[in-house]
């Protein structure tokens, strides 16, 4: 079994070995050389392929003797010995950790202010701590975003003024509780939102069934609906993106859109973010209730989130992200636009998934441009990604297939048979999408059937079932092949 010191240094950057190594050698953190050296030895061998067998009893021998090599002894370590490697390897795992807090701590400014305040009310350092305050609040003010960490910062901030005027004994004479209450719920009500709107996403993007307490929040709109609040832009924006969600609402759709392109200096960069991917997911279950409307809608969020820096965050992209971005472009007939797309920001991806991401959505834009041999070509290159692409993989590459069969192949309805159980049995895909792939799955192969004549499906009757799906996936080509039987 794998330590837990192990997991901690194979998470670390380079740059972070290194700033380790110095905070080890810092007396201040660390005054026992045999930890340093347990450090450098991890170090040295971290990437070995020994270290995957976890701490046997030759890999603890090596290290007691690495961190004493003037007391080095044989094989085995005696009972003393191994007690004293354990607990050196429980000291640097603690370093370790609080080497991690630190540089949490030198990230976060927010949290820097909390400590060094309530430190120095502790020790009475009045006149420094006014100064620091002024300070932090001069900042917060010429701060245009306001989203919950604005909130949650001046809050903390009067919280400490509360706390200077009781020390001083000014509280009956001054007082900042509105100030503070206003902090406060804000904070609270932009929290209670985002949590709320987490849950509604979840439900609708997966199969949970999982019972949530919607009473309590609607206690919570109470706050929302006050004056004070229900002004706010990014309060406004929840309010709107829940109220699509839960009520597949248009208007709050077309509402949101406006609100967050007006208010973007104010609402935080991570919200827009969040905002415009959920706006896109409405419109990806609107086409799929057949408003093929929504795909050029898809294409101009993804446009917007281009033009404003919003696709990558921390420089990550998401590949099921870039997929749709790339397919909303195709649905439109934006092929330039895509591969630039594609080129520009496939190196954002996961580097061990990065290769087979190119090729499926190189496999999407040439099925788009009609290129089928080059679809399969980029398929079979495809082996896994995720449960997502995986699926949709197989359903371009079958698609693929139907446009290139001049003649009937068994070998492709066997195909149509395999994705229709890997579907019906996928343990990943959400309800609403195994009921979308499989009426998808339903209509082509019977398409399939009739293109070749194999059977005594009756195409009227197929037509009809196809337009009349609640959730199908790719209704557009299915009308298609079906207007060219």
């Known amino acids: 079994m794998r330590s837990i010191i192990m997991k901690l240094l194979e998470g670390l950057s380079k740059n972070e070995m290194k700033r380790i190594e110095y905070f080890l050698q810092n007396k201040y953190f660390n005054t026992d050389k045999a930890v340093e050296r347990l450090f450098l030895y991890f170090k040295k061998y971290i990437k070995k392929h020994h270290f995957k067998t976890g701490l046997d009893d030759a890999l603890r021998l090596k290290m007691y003797n690495y961190i004493l090599p003037n007391g080095a002894v044989g094989a085995p370590l005696d009972d ?3 007690a004293y490697l354990t607990a050196k390897i429980a000291l640097l795992t603690d370093a370790v950790k609080q080497f991690l807090m630190v540089e949490a701590l030198r990230e976060n400014e927010t949290y820097q202010h909390i400590l060094l305040h309530k430190k120095l009310l502790e020790k009475k350092q009045f006149y420094t701590l006014e100064k620091s305050i002024r300070k932090q609040k001069r900042t917060l003010d010429q701060q245009s975003e306001k989203g919950s960490d604005y909130y949650f910062e001046a809050m903390q901030a009067e919280q400490v003024i509360l706390d200077f005027l009781y020390q001083q004994g000014k509280i009956l004479k001054q007082d900042n509780l509105p100030e503070l209450a206003f902090n406060f719920d804000t904070y609270y009500l932009i929290q209670q939102l985002e949590y709320h ?12 069934t999982k019972p949530y307490d919607s009473e309590r929040f609607n206690m919570v709109l109470g706050l929302a609906h ?12 929840y309010q709107l993106a829940i109220d699509m969600i839960q009520h597949n609402n248009g208007e709050a759709y077309r509402d949101l859109l406006d609100l967050i392109a007006v208010n973007k200096m ?8 969040d905002f415009y991917i959920l706006a896109a997911s409405f419109c990806a279950r609107r086409t799929k209730e057949g408003k093929e409307e929504y795909y050029r809608h898809s294409f101009e969020i993804f446009k917007i989130m281009a033009r404003e820096d919003l696709l990558v965050n921390n420089n990550f992209i998401q590949v099921s992200f870039l997929k749709n971005i790339i397919s909303a472009a195709c649905r439109v007939g934006e092929f330039e636009w895509a591969k630039n797309m594609l080129e520009k920001y496939q190196v954002f991806t996961r580097a061990e998934v990065r290769e087979q991401t190119f090729h499926f959505n190189s496999a999407v834009i040439e099925f788009h441009q009609k290129n089928y041999k080059q679809v399969i070509h980029h398929c079979i290159r495809v082996h896994s990604i995720n449960p997502t692409y995986d699926v949709n993989c197989r359903m371009i590459e079958l698609k693929a297939c139907y446009e290139l069969d001049r003649e009937y192949s068994e070998a492709t309805l066997q195909r149509f048979d395999t994705a229709i159980q890997a579907v019906r049995l996928h343990k990943r895909l959400s309800t609403q999408d195994k009921k979308a792939w499989g009426n998808f799955l339903y209509a082509a192969k019977g398409l399939y059937k009739i293109k070749h004549d194999i059977n005594k499906t009756d195409a009227t009757r197929l037509g009809e079932k196809i337009e009349g799906f609640a959730s199908v996936n790719d209704k557009k080509w299915l009308l298609e092949k079906m207007g060219e039987i």
């Open 226 to 237: 006050l004056p004070q609040y229900a002004a706010h832009p990014l309060i406004k924006s």
């Open 266 to 273: 104010m609402i935080p960069r991570n919200n827009l973010i």
């Open 197 to 208: 709107l987490t849950t509604l996403s979840l439900m609708s993007a997966s199969a949970n």
């Open 80 to 82: 003393k010995q191994k």
